[in-house]
């Protein structure tokens, strides 16, 4: 059975659908099965943002394939493990959870390389172009950790 992991921002168009992107390219997809999803539902349908697009681009990772989607309770019963890219978005998450199961799966995707520090992942929406480039550092380094756990069994 695979694992499944999701990944979750805001509007689903700008950091999630690119750690979804990094995440895919460091796993075997035999094993692991990646999405994402936003906590609104603003862009549902939508692909992500032309600038995640290019920057993940300039990775050689093509996200164009993904599509907003909100993230719903039915989510926890569909992964195993659930990382959201900020504060919010975590409280957003478990708001929603019903379970100590639900909650257990839910983790700040920071925490990988910040643990117990509660660093978010910035939104860069509003911003330019470095943005997404320091965005997508801060989610390669992290995605790293956690494939490297997936691997290893140690998340």
Known sequence: MKTRVLMVCLGNICRSPLAEGILKSKVDSNKVFVDSAGTGSWHIGSEPDKRSI???????????????????????????????????????????????????????ILEEIFPAENVDVPDPYHGGEQGFENVYQMLNEACEQIAEKLENGTL
Not at 79 to 93: A, G, L, P, R
């Open 54 to 108: 290019a920057t993940a681009k300039r990775y050689d990772l093509n996200i164009t394939d993904q599509r907003g989607r909100q993230f719903s309770k039915k989510d926890f019963k569909d992964f195993d493990y659930i990382f959201t890219m900020d504060n919010s978005n975590f409280k957003d998450v478990m708001s929603l959870a019903e379970t100590d199961e639900d909650r257990h799966k839910v983790h700040l």
